[in-house]
């Protein structure tokens, strides 16, 4: 049974409104588009990390903060899956940051043709989240988005000096797997 949204602070959103939403940004205001998805993702977090604790306590598992590392990536994908964002899995990467991938994430549009990954309302509210559940700030940062044909969806959390460094590297023609190895 899908869980109560209403009860845990959240809205059921359609795909269709999210590539709406998107279209419309992306034409309307094309410079701010990325940070207005952000902040609104960033937003999110909060009750986003409720839910999952609400979640994870209704099934007896216990509070996200104490699940071990495999648990925790098993428990993500179900609870994103049951809310209709898609199916992750997590991972880390080159010991200084960890990924989140998926292959079906709601976000992203495969017909949209972008030049840039473009799911940035994930970015902020994984960004949110995931920094509330390492009790840390943490950034992402999209690097394979199926916006651009790729497989799947790729964030990249880390702190954010890794995460710079990342996008440093992406800027002067160095792939994110490649800068994060510069860093080990």
Known sequence: MPPDLAARGLVGFTRDAFVALHGALFRDAVANAPAILQEAGYAGGSATYEAFALWCAERGLPSPDGISA???GERAS??????GWGSVSVATLHD?????DSPDWAESSPSAGMQFPGCYFSAGLLADLFG????EQLVAMEVECRSMGHERCRFLLGSS???QHVYDGILNGVGYEDSLAQMA
């Open 96 to 100: 200084s940051a960890f990924t989140v």
């Open 132 to 135: 509330r559940l390492a009790a």
């Open 161 to 163: 000096e890794t995460i």
């Open 70 to 72: 495999p648990d925790f």
């Open 78 to 83: 179900a609870f994103f899956s049951e809310l």
